[in-house]
């Protein structure tokens, strides 16, 4: 009888286990697939409606000198030692980031090649242990057009998703091929 009631007991205390651990299961996986999905749409969805949209061919459309100064001054957030900036000799925007780890510039160029599949435009990039320098241009127009800025603003929300707050100003110039 009482080996009946303790059986009882551990059953209803087992259901309550797999019950709550499957809740947890499914609900982090709902959460980082949410996240990811409202973040890269939302970023896309945004940054596409708040730059000019290209022309009527749908053919990307080169960016102006002055539209591309403009754009990197949105861009490039005071006080950040190595923001945005134009590539020499070539039409091109360029920056460095600085994550703490592997892991998280992994995460980072992860999260960017979804994006970039999605929009079907692709980074130039390079990656050694926790840096990631990105050059972003659009062959289609031979130039720097709004496809390269929206990304560049994905790419800022990611990096400050990842990144705690406080190394953000974390960073070293590494590369000098900018003007
Ligand atoms: C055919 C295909 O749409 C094009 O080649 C896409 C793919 N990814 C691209 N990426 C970049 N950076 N620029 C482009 O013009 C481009 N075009």
Same mark, same amino acid.
Request: glycine share 2%; charged share 20%; hydrophobic share 35%.
């Given at each position: 009888?009482?080996?009946?009631?303790?059986?009882?007991?551990?059953?209803?205390?087992?259901?309550?286990?797999?019950?709550?651990?499957?809740?947890?299961?499914?609900?982090?996986?709902?959460? &980082?697939?949410?996240?990811?999905?409202?973040?890269?749409?939302?970023?896309?969805?945004?940054?596409?409606?708040?730059?000019?949209? #290209? #022309?009527? #061919?749908?053919?990307?459309?080169?960016?102006?000198?002055?539209?591309?100064?403009?754009?990197?001054?949105?861009?490039?957030?005071?006080?950040?030692?190595?923001?945005?900036?134009?590539?020499?000799?070539?039409?091109?925007?360029?920056?460095?980031?600085?994550?703490?780890?592997?892991?998280?510039?992994?995460?980072?160029?992860?999260?960017? &090649?979804?994006?970039?599949?999605?929009?079907?435009?692709?980074?130039?990039?390079?990656?050694?242990?926790?840096?990631?320098?990105?050059?972003?241009?659009?062959?289609?127009?031979?130039?720097?057009?709004?496809?390269?800025?929206?990304?560049?603003?994905?790419?800022?929300?990611?990096?400050?998703?990842?990144?705690?707050?406080?190394?953000?100003? #974390?960073?070293?110039?590494?590369?000098?091929?900018?003007?």
């Amino acid at each position: 009888m009482m080996n009946n009631i303790l059986l009882r007991h551990c059953h209803r205390h087992l259901q309550t286990r797999i019950r709550y651990s499957a809740g947890a299961r499914i609900s982090t996986k709902t959460t &980082a697939t949410t996240a990811l999905t409202t973040t890269s749409t939302t970023t896309a969805t945004t940054t596409f409606r708040s730059f000019s949209s #290209n #022309n009527d #061919n749908n053919k990307p459309k080169k960016l102006s000198e002055d539209e591309i100064k403009a754009s990197l001054r949105l861009l490039s957030y005071q006080g950040t030692p190595f923001p945005w900036a134009a590539v020499k000799d070539r039409s091109a925007i360029s920056k460095t980031f600085h994550f703490t780890d592997f892991n998280q510039a992994w995460s980072f160029m992860s999260r960017i &090649a979804l994006l970039a599949e999605k929009m079907d435009h692709h980074p130039e990039w390079l990656n050694v242990y926790n840096r990631v320098e990105v050059t972003l241009t659009t062959h289609d127009c031979d130039g720097v057009s709004t496809k390269d800025v929206n990304m560049a603003r994905a790419m800022e929300t990611y990096a400050s998703d990842l990144m705690p707050e406080g190394s953000k100003s #974390n960073f070293t110039p590494t590369n000098s091929n900018t003007v």
